[in-house]
């Protein structure tokens, strides 16, 4: 058997990559486990053997390299194409071998096979520059979020600023008001941290009895991962010297819509950064250029965009970002003001809504998880309706308020069942069931939705967006 990747098949694509990627890794776990005497070959078939209902394979399944795909029986079986005769072959030699290629180009885009691939919102006539785009989660891998798909949250258009004349001023309660412009800026000692960025309003709509048939990325695309690049926000408020009464800052952005949110100086000492590279570019316009406070783990909006300006108060501003927006209404009809953090949370990507799976086999159940409080120490997936889990495996390294990828090997049968995941975070948090984040909130919150996510498949591999399994 010749094993490569279907042309067009997403799901054998992904197994042929996953196979190709852990041989080396793989083989080290193995060993780790001959060394405690345990002989290979039971390993082996343990592994193969479902470890939860609904056909849930160990995490460490995919592990083995070439012998299970290579003799496979049963429910490791995964399905290439095989080459049948000489002349298949000689059919399979690309034509893009046969003449040369494209020229450079002075900024690259993705394939022209890869048009589907975007970010996804509905226009908005009245006021176009306001509401949200989302990420397409279920059309990704890995965990960092190219700087064209991350997910936009404007309320009122993309700023069109000049990097040589922008500025941020920090006054307020300090000794010495400062302007710092980008070239100032360069001059100060830079971090970079991959953190995930979310808004508050992520996955609300998944909050209601409607269950709308949503993509994953339209559902939950609010979320996106970057690799940051700045300078810490504390070394600034040093340099204009904080005075002992100060308790918040005030964050306002360079927007026609002035959005600005109060932040606790706890906050801005512990680990907030004033970010000028996006993934090694200059950051985007949608994103904040040239430069935009992040907080990391916290609600989106307060990591602000287009940073021009930090006043350091001694209260909270209590601004119309954080009174008639960003509150959280509670069943006694009071709200929540200052929820920073964003809970712990997770959402299979792969196989998710509107995606077919071609057969019964075996696939990879993956997706991403991540907590605002820490790192995520652990996923575990289910497919019969919450019954059992099966842990997932994590791919490393986990880091605190990222994006981490999750990833289990899945027999399926053919039944009708339901798959979801739920993340644990080393804080110990758990994510809720949709009942439980319900019972907490009254039926108009809207914000902090970060429920379990349950995606229904039936017989004929038809995946769909579910409330109960
Ligand atoms: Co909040």
């Known amino acids: 058997m010749v094993r490569r990747p279907h042309s067009c098949q997403t799901w054998a694509s992904m197994i042929y990559y996953w196979d190709q990627a852990i041989e080396v890794g793989g083989m080290k776990r193995i060993d780790r486990v001959r060394n405690q005497g345990v002989p290979d070959v039971a390993v082996q078939e343990d592994f193969g053997e479902p470890v939860a209902g ?45 003449t040369p290629g494209a020229p450079f180009s002075k900024y690259g885009v993705p394939s022209s096979h890869e048009r589907q691939v975007v970010r996804a919102f509905t226009p908005n006539d009245r006021r176009p520059g306001t509401g949200a785009s989302r990420t397409p989660l279920q059309m990704l891998n890995g965990t960092i979020t190219p700087n064209g798909l991350h997910f936009e949250r404007h309320h009122n258009g ?29 001059r100060y000692p830079m971090e970079t941290h991959i953190r995930f960025i979310e808004c508050s309003g992520n996955s609300g709509g998944q909050r209601g009895e409607e269950v709308s048939q949503r993509t994953a990325g339209e559902l939950h695309g609010l979320v996106s991962c970057s690799e940051w690049t700045g300078v810490r926000l504390a070394v600034l408020l040093e340099e204009a010297g904080v005075d002992p009464s100060a308790k918040w800052i005030l964050a306002e952005g360079a927007d026609a819509a002035g959005m600005s949110r109060s932040v606790p100086l706890e906050k801005c000492w512990e680990d907030a950064v004033i970010a000028l590279y996006q993934n090694g570019e200059a ?55 200052f929820t920073f953090t964003q809970g712990v949370k997770s959402v299979i990507t792969q196989p998710s809504q509107g995606h077919k799976l071609p057969g019964a ?7 991403l998880a991540w907590s605002g409080a820490g790192r995520v120490r652990e996923v575990e997936v289910s497919a019969d309706g919450g019954t059992s889990w099966a842990e997932a495996a994590l791919d490393g390294p986990v880091l605190p308020m990222a994006l981490t990828r999750f990833r ?62």
């Open 408 to 469: 289990l090997p899945w027999a399926w049968t053919g039944d009708r069942l339901s798959i979801q995941s739920r993340a644990t975070d080393d804080a110990g948090n758990v994510q809720p069931t949709r009942d439980e984040w319900l019972s907490l909130y009254g039926p108009s919150q809207f914000y902090h939705y970060n429920a379990i996510q349950l995606w229904g498949v039936n017989s004929g591999g038809d995946v769909w967006n579910i409330h109960y399994a």
């Open 54 to 98: 609904g056909g849930l394979l160990h995490r460490r399944a995919f592990l083995r390299g070439g012998v299970a795909f290579a003799g496979a029986t049963g429910a490791l079986a995964v399905t290439a194409r095989d080459a049948r005769s000489a002349a298949d072959i000689a059919q399979g030699t690309p034509i893009t071998m046969h």
């Open 283 to 337: 950051i985007r316009p949608e994103q904040g250029h040239p430069m935009r406070l992040l907080l990391p783990g916290y609600e989106g909006n307060m990591s602000v965009k287009w940073l021009h300006r930090i006043e350091v108060t001694e209260t909270a501003t209590y601004t119309k970002d954080e009174t008639s927006k960003y509150s959280d209404l509670l069943p006694s009809g009071k709200s929540l003001l």
């Open 361 to 367: 086999g075996t696939y990879q159940i993956t997706g």
């Open 158 to 186: 993309i700023p069109d600023t000049n990097p040589n004349t922008h500025q941020l001023l920090i006054h307020g309660l300090v000794e010495r008001p400062l302007f710092f412009g980008l070239e100032d800026l360069h």
